[in-house]
């Protein structure tokens, strides 16, 4: 990257737990996929798609975005980006979907990948949650409360963006660093106060009636995620990458052109309700965009969100970890 690396430091202990853990997450979290149907021709390339839930896997087969391809895939999924940016660290997956937070966090733990694609999205749905019988109203309810919420997540970022615009400092708040399932579960059973998540889990939470928002990211995000690929797969796979990414921004706007049917897919290919799939797919309003100045002025704000918290240690000079060559194309 260009960047001087020696100048980034995380919290020793957390900077080790982070890429200690990058290949067994990998090896554990990741479950390996082949399409169906590809035949897999000695000498074609292979893309090692990391994806979330939700993400983008469901959105290219529901658009029929994986038709005609070149190359084959091998899928791995995740239930975050904290264990996806492991396996982008650890090389167990060439590129994968990360929002700005999570990407900081990796990047300050010195995983080499760039951010090659951009989207920006309603932030509503990354959110404090509790439960629907909680007494607490605003954020500044959470002092001394206890938050469930991913190390490095956006759930994290949309923790500590809430208590600190409310006047409240990061220790004021019992952060858990639980994964969405154990948090969710945490936060039904009682053990914690709140829990910060993202979509399609704060949709899935509301329809299920399990959960409240409490406080929304609207106003305190800037709403963007990134498609990011390892450096090694931007040299060795770079056209690959150009024509996946194409392909998904392409799904992505058949997506709106036919609501009903992509909320019905998604439902369908990740096994959550129907009315939560279309709940969560339409508050986005999910765009991909052109990696411009303001996309790199706000991911620059977001690093020195966290290096003014603490997260990290050492400013974070953003600008090198974009790649703008790839571009989107509707």
């Known amino acids: 990257m260009n960047m001087d690396r020696s100048r980034i430091r995380m919290?020793?202990?957390s900077r080790r737990q982070f890429l200690a853990r990058g290949t067994a997450a990998a090896a554990a979290v990741a479950s390996s996929i082949a399409l169906p149907g590809m035949v897999y021709a000695q000498g074609r390339p292979v893309l090692k798609?990391?994806?979330q839930k939700g993400g983008l896997r469901a959105l290219l087969e529901a658009a029929g975005g994986l038709e005609g391809l070149g190359y084959d895939i091998q899928w791995s999924e995740f239930p975050a980006a904290a264990?996806?940016?492991?396996?982008?660290?650890?090389?167990?997956v060439d590129s994968g979907p990360i929002g700005d937070a999570p990407l900081i966090f990796a990047l300050a733990a010195g995983t080499r990948v760039k951010a090659i694609g951009a989207?920006?999205?309603?932030?509503?749905?990354?959110?404090?949650?509790?439960?629907p019988d909680s007494t607490l109203k605003t954020a500044a309810d959470l002092k001394g409360k206890s938050v469930a919420t991913n190390r490095g997540s956006i759930g994290h970022y949309v923790t500590l963006k809430a208590i600190t615009s409310a006047g409240l400092k990061p220790e004021d708040v019992n952060l858990r660093f639980l994964a969405p399932a154990d948090a969710k579960l945490?936060?039904?059973q009682?053990?914690?106060?709140?829990?910060?998540?993202?979509e399609p889990y704060t949709a899935l939470a509301e329809v299920s009636k399990h959960a409240r928002v409490l406080v929304s990211g609207r106003g305190l995000l800037p709403g963007l995620s990134y498609l990011a690929a390892t450096d090694s797969a931007i040299a060795a796979k770079r056209p690959v990458l150009q024509d996946f990414l194409q392909r998904v921004v392409k799904a992505q706007l058949w997506s709106y052109r036919n609501v009903d049917a992509y909320s019905a897919a998604l439902a369908r290919i990740i096994g959550i309700p129907p009315?939560?799939?279309k709940l969560q797919f339409e508050r986005r309003q999910q765009k991909w965009v052109a990696i411009d100045a303001q996309v790199i002025a706000d991911q620059q704000g977001t690093a020195d969100f966290y290096r003014q918290v603490g997260l990290i240690k050492q400013p974070l000079d953003v600008k090198g970890t974009?790649?703008?060559?790839?571009?989107?194309?509707?």
Request: net charge negative; aromatic share 10%.
């Open 186 to 188: 945490a936060l039904t």
């Open 83 to 92: 264990p996806l940016a492991e396996a982008l660290n650890a090389a167990a």
């Open 49 to 51: 798609a990391g994806d």
């Open 190 to 198: 009682g053990s914690v106060d709140a829990w910060a998540t993202w």
């Open 119 to 131: 989207n920006r999205s309603d932030s509503y749905g990354t959110a404090v949650l509790v439960r």
């Open 275 to 277: 009315e939560a799939a």
């Open 11 to 13: 919290n020793h202990s």
């Open 322 to 330: 974009f790649d703008t060559g790839f571009g989107v194309a509707g």
